[in-house]
C-alpha cells in the first residue's frame, strides 16, 4: 500500500490531467459525480490530514501570528492586483474583468490545503491562512471588489462561516483528536492518505469541469491564459513573500500555494449572483477552479523534491 500510494502521490499530476481531458472531451463519464458531494470529498481530505496533525501544529501558528498576518495581507494585495493587471493588459470586457477580478479578491480555497499537505509544506500554516482569509472576506472581498469594479458584492457571511468551519476546521479537529487517542491505529492509515487524497481532487475536477465543458472550451486562449498567468504568478509572488521575510522550506510553500490558489468556487457563486446580467462572468471562476487544481498539482510533485540540504521536510 505504501508503495501504491506513494506512486500515486508522486504522479498526481497525471492523473489529475488525465480526469481533466476526459470530462472536457467526454462530459458525460463524469457526470455521475455530484457538485453537491466537493464538499464531502473536501471534508473527507480535510479528515486525512488531520490525522497526520497533532495539536502541536496548531499552537505554533497561534505563537507566530506574523506568517498568518503577513501571508493573508500579501494575498488580498497581490492576487486582486495581478487580476486588474493581467485583465488590463490583455483588453478584457467588462463580464471577464468582472469575473476575473472576483477569483482575485477572493480568500484562499480548501484546495490549497490539500496541496500544501502534499507538497510537504507547513499545513498548519496553510489551514490558518485560508481561515483567517475566509473570516476576513466578507469585508475584504466586496471592498476590494469595488475598488477594482466601482461595483457593489454582497458576501453571504454566514455561509461563509458555517462552509469553513465545516469543511475545513471540524474535519482537522477530529482527525487531530483521534491521531491524539488513537495515535498506534492511525499510523497504519497514513501511507493510504496520498491515495484519498489525490482521488478526492479528481473527482471534483471532473464535476466542475463536466458541467462547464462548453464554457471552457468557448472562453478562447485569451482567458485561458489570463487564467494562468493569474495562477502562476500568484505562486511566484507567495514563494517571493516567503524569501522576503525569511520563512523557512515549510512556510515558503506554504505561503506559495495559498496565494496562488483561490477560493474561486466562491468566485462562480459571487458572479452569478452579484452580476446576473454578465453571463461570461462565470467563466474565470469556472476555468479557474480546473486549471489551479492541474497546477497545484503539479506544484506539489515539484516541492515535495525541493528539499534544500540539511532541511527537514515537513511532516516527516
Not at 487524497?197 to 472550451?217: D, G, L
Request: proline content about 4%; hydrophobic content about 55%.
Amino acid at each position: 500500500m505504501k508503495t501504491i500510494s506513494g506512486f500515486i502521490g508522486r504522479h498526481m499530476a497525471l492523473f489529475v490531467l488525465a480526469v481533466a481531458a476526459l470530462a472536457l472531451l467526454a462530459p458525460r463519464t463524469c457526470l455521475w459525480i455530484r457538485t453537491d458531494w466537493i464538499n464531502v470529498l473536501l471534508m473527507i481530505v480535510m479528515f486525512g490530514m488531520g490525522l497526520t496533525m497533532k495539536a502541536g501544529d496548531f499552537a505554533v501558528v497561534f505563537s507566530r501570528p506574523r506568517d498568518v498576518v503577513v501571508g493573508c495581507a500579501a494575498q488580498f494585495l497581490v492576487m486582486p492586483l495581478l487580476a486588474y493587471g493581467l485583465g488590463k493588459v490583455f483588453g478584457l470586457n467588462a463580464e471577464l474583468m468582472t469575473g476575473v477580478i472576483l477569483v482575485g479578491t477572493c480568500p484562499g480555497g480548501t484546495s490549497s490545503n490539500v496541496i500544501t499537505y502534499l507538497a510537504k509544506g507547513d499545513t498548519a500554516l496553510s489551514v490558518g491562512m485560508t481561515s483567517v482569509s475566509t473570516l476576513l472576506a466578507p469585508l475584504l472581498t466586496p471592498a476590494l471588489t469595488y475598488l477594482y469594479l466601482r461595483a457593489s458584492v454582497d458576501v453571504d457571511v454566514q455561509a461563509m462561516f458555517v462552509s469553513i468551519v465545516q469543511v475545513v476546521l471540524l474535519p482537522i479537529a477530529l482527525g487531530v483528536l483521534i491521531n491524539r487517542f488513537f495515535g498506534k491505529y492511525t499510523e497504519k492509515a497514513k501511507d493510504a492518505l496520498p491515495s484519498v487524497s489525490v482521488a478526492a481532487i479528481c473527482m471534483i475536477v471532473a464535476a466542475v469541469v463536466s458541467r462547464n465543458n462548453e464554457k471552457i472550451m468557448s472562453t478562447g486562449a485569451v482567458v485561458f491564459a489570463v487564467v494562468v498567468l493569474h495562477n502562476l504568478l500568484g505562486y511566484l509572488c507567495g514563494f517571493l513573500v516567503g524569501v522576503l521575510f525569511k520563512m523557512d522550506v515549510p512556510r515558503k510553500k506554504a505561503v506559495s500555494v495559498e496565494i496562488g490558489m483561490q477560493n474561486s468556487g466562491l468566485a462562480v457563486s459571487l458572479a452569478g449572483s452579484a452580476f446576473p446580467n454578465l453571463a461570461a462572468a462565470t467563466v474565470p471562476g469556472a476555468v479557474f477552479s480546473v486549471w489551479h487544481n492541474i497546477s497545484g498539482a503539479i506544484l506539489a510533485g515539484i516541492f515535495r523534491r525541493y528539499r534544500p540540504a540539511g532541511s527537514e521536510p515537513h511532516g516527516e
